[in-house]
Structures are given as structure tokens and as C-alpha cells.
């Protein structure tokens, strides 16, 4: 199981921020991870926004779901879900989905260099349970449709035009990721029975066309895999993971994340993190909390990944304690913050500034527990470089 692997933000142009970091750390990974220190330490107690956090750590509310955010005259979208940041000059810009149907479509609020908030505006509207995503090397944001038969949206951050990318398929799309690599962008379904995709562009930085391909392997957790290409990609009659005899199937896909010929992806149905090795075709389990002895897995709900510069993973609960837990390149996994008072919700959208220096993220359903209820936060400290 030991293999070594590069985990750094994959940056082309100016893209830094779209992958969470800047920095390029070598880490051997021994997968699955188990139960440790954090090292970040432990929890302390809930601050003023409900947030336990480590020492040295604080949380701020950016937006709440209803309510003009703050600096702006936007009112913020229900059911904030899947989001990034994007460099802008000196600021930068976070956006977030609206996991709603109908309506859904997404939001952006613009900082700057100061980290103040100073307009938020629409990117995405008029679209179905846009649910995660994933950032593109040339600044734009792939809004992806939680329904059956949905669609991939490609918008742009600063706003203005979006466009659907019928070729990168239609099947209940959840996240996306882009391999600058391979030239290639990963895509996960949340079925039960989904499959992993990779959607190749005729012309890397332009996905109008392109083939959608399905990773075939066996039923093992475990082993090598190959790319076949989905016939229809329309999905009609017969639905794109049907299409393909051998295509792997995967509980629940949700998250996914690229650093350095790695893609990571979560299957909520298994709580399972899930890493394939792309330069040598094969796959294994970064996690899996039925592997945790004792029955005392700090990671459950498993939802939507990131990365850091550090080479850290973080992985957003979607109920469990409500935590953020970290899983370190030594195989460490252990909570980073943990939201009380909002056990009717689900966390979602962990992206890093620029710098790395800020963590954004939602509360999907607050304390209220209804799409309306939404809480964006945002968590400055001292991360690992």
C-alpha cells in the first residue's frame, strides 16, 4: 500500500486559489487512514457562532440564507451547498450553489485584500438542486445538478454569462475536479449504484465537446482500473451508468478533489473516501469508518472534500457530529471544527483562500433546519503551510 504522492494545488496561469493552496509538499500516504491527534490539537469550547475550533483558530458568519450580506445589498440563496475561491487582483472571490429545486443556480460574494466582503451578486439561475461542483484552470465554476437527467453548468465567477455543457453528460451530477495533467475533468454521481467519470475535451479549456468516459474495475475496495467510453452520454433511454458492462459502481458519489495525479472522491452510502492513482491506474481507500476499530470513526457523513497546501485532506460531514475532520498525509483522521446546535444539517462547500489562511464554508440548514436556514462561515488561523 505505500506509494508516494505529490499533493499540492494544481496551478495553471493564475488559477492559484481554485485548487485551495499554493504550495507543493511531497506526503506518503499509507491508506486507510485511522484515528489520531489532530495537528491542529484539540476542540475547544463553542464560540459565539456555535463553532468549536483549535487554539489559535476563529469563525465569522458571511452570509446567511434570506439576509442582505453584509457590505452588499445581495440577499444570500438557500441551501448554500458546493463552493470555491478564485483569485481576484489583490481579493478574491468565494462562490457557493443553492441546492434547491426549482430555482437552485448559485451565488458569489467578492473580498478585499482585507478580507471584507464588498459586493455579491448571481452567477447561475433558473437551474435544479445545484448541489457541488468543482473550479476549472481557466476561472470558471462548474455548478452541477443533483437530478436525475441533470446538467453541468459552467459559470463565470465574476458573473455574466453561464453556459450548459450537455457533452460532459446527464445523470445526477455531483462534483467535479479538474486534471490539468491529463486534461481531463472528474465527475462523481450520487446513485446508490453511480459510477466515477472523466469527461475529456476536444480542446482543453473548452467544453463544449468531448467524450465522457466511466472508470471500470472489479467489486474489490481495491486494485487497477481502466477508462471506457459511455455511448450516450444524453442518458436517454438507457442511463449513463447502465451503459457500460464493468463500470464500477459507488454508493452515493459526492466530493472529489485533484492534487498531483491524484483524484480523491467520497461515497456518502459507505462513508467511504475513495483515492485513485493515476499514474498507475489503480485505486484504494484513503477511508473507510467501518475499518476504524472499536467503532469510534471521528469522520461519518462523508460529503464534499478540499485540500490544502499542506497536503491535508478536509472532509465536510453531512449530519455525523457536524464536523470538518482533516485526514493528514501520515494517515491521521481527526476533527478540525465541529458546528453544534445544527444536528438538521449538513456542512458543505469547504474552499481555502488565496494564501490558504481562510477556510469558507456552509452550514446548509443552520439552526432552523430548512433550506432557508442557511449559514455561510468563514475560519481564519495559523494552517499548515
Known sequence: ??????LRAAVIGTSAAV???????????AAPAQPGPSPYGALGAADSNGIMLPSGFTSRVIARSGQTVSGTSYTWHNAPDGGACFADGSGWIYVSNSEINPGGGASAVKFNSSGTATSAYRILSNTRQNCAGGATPWNTWLSC???????????NPWGGTSTRRDAMGKFKHEAAAADPVRQVIYL?????SGCFYR???????????GTLQVLKAGTATSGSFTWATVPDPDGSPTVTRSQVSGAKKFNGGEGCHYADDTVWFTTKGDNRVWQVNLLNSTYELAYDDSLVPGGAAPLTGVDNITGSSSGDLFV???GGNMEICIITPDDIVAPFLRITGQSGSEITGPAFS?????????SQRGTSGSSSGGIT????????A
Open 316 to 318: 465536510a460531514e453531512d
Open 354 to 362: 488565496p494564501n490558504g489562511s481562510r477556510l469558507y464554508f456552509s
Open 377 to 384: 462561515y468563514e475560519v481564519t488561523g495559523p494552517f499548515r
Open 1 to 6: 500500500m505505500e506509494r508516494r504522492s505529490l
Open 188 to 192: 462523481t454521481e450520487d446513485e446508490s
Open 19 to 29: 485548487f485551495g493552496g499554493t504550495l507543493s509538499h511531497g506526503a506518503a500516504y
Open 199 to 209: 469527461f475529456i475535451p476536444t480542446t482543453w479549456g473548452d467544453l463544449s465537446s
Open 145 to 155: 445538478e443533483e437530478v436525475s437527467l441533470g446538467y453541468v453548468y459552467e459559470t
